[in-house]
């Protein structure tokens, strides 16, 4: 009743302007008032931190150990990453890179952000197909002793393949094996404070290998859009926690009598291998 009543009072207050109600004199202001704005999709209401309208399926896709891309799963449209005089592209990557192009603009945006601070960053690793991740899998088993160890992920479960993802590195780590000391380095620190602003996530955090099933990964960004990376990084989930979250409040909306429709689109959902 009284999130109904709150609804309301916004409502009017917004359209007193409209109605040519408002005096400036008023001693009533959006601004003086406290009030939770609740989100209500035909009378149902929508309780999560993030509106419906500002998440896009495509973006906050899963790719994991459980939750895995078809084969024949490529991202489009796809823009191929360009090497600049600063930065940019690792120069020493012979292979062309692509991005998903939202990914690979909002990049271009945050390295140009970067350099403005002195921070020089390189897309080292950028859109892997099924069958690319398919061969670094087997290798990585080849060189170790048949052991899965966490650095390289089977096809189909590589954050790689939604064309979201990528490895970004400072100079010096250009051509080094990474390694979670990557993180000490100041291109790092500005990159997990800074990639919400631009969209991103760090996929992989220390304290989430668990959740994750792969090992820290300073490097490894994951565009997902600007308010659900805001949320993520302000309140230090995975990307895997977002989607619990999310789960929740899409089980709740429908059980509340929610259109199904305006939340299936986010439900992720293992896919078969075709
Ligand atoms: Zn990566």
Known sequence: MKKAFCTLLV????????????????????????IEEDVFYDDVPWNFPIDISDMDPEYIRLANRDVLLPKGFVPE????????????????????????????????????????????????????SYQTQATMYYNRLESNNGKDDGWVTPAGASDHQTGLGCDVVPKEWRDRSMNEDMAEAEECQWMAEHCAEFGFILRYPSDKEEITEINYEPWHLRYVGKEVAAYIMDNGLCLEEFHAQLQA?????????????LVEDFIQVSAENE
């Open 11 to 34: 409502l009017a207050l917004a359209l007193l302007p409209a109605l040519g109600l408002c005096q400036e004199d008023t001693e009533l202001s959006l601004g003086d008032l406290i």
């Open 77 to 128: 449209p796809m823009m191929v990453m360009k090497s600049r005089s600063n930065g940019g592209v690792n120069k020493a990557s012979s292979s062309e890179m692509k991005l998903h192009e939202v990914a690979g603009e909002a990049l271009i945006e945050m390295f140009e952000a970067a350099l403005t601070q002195d921070i020089t960053l390189y897309l080292k690793s950028a859109y892997r």
């Open 249 to 261: 409040a899409i089980d709740e909306f429908i059980a509340a009598g929610g259109k199904a429709s």
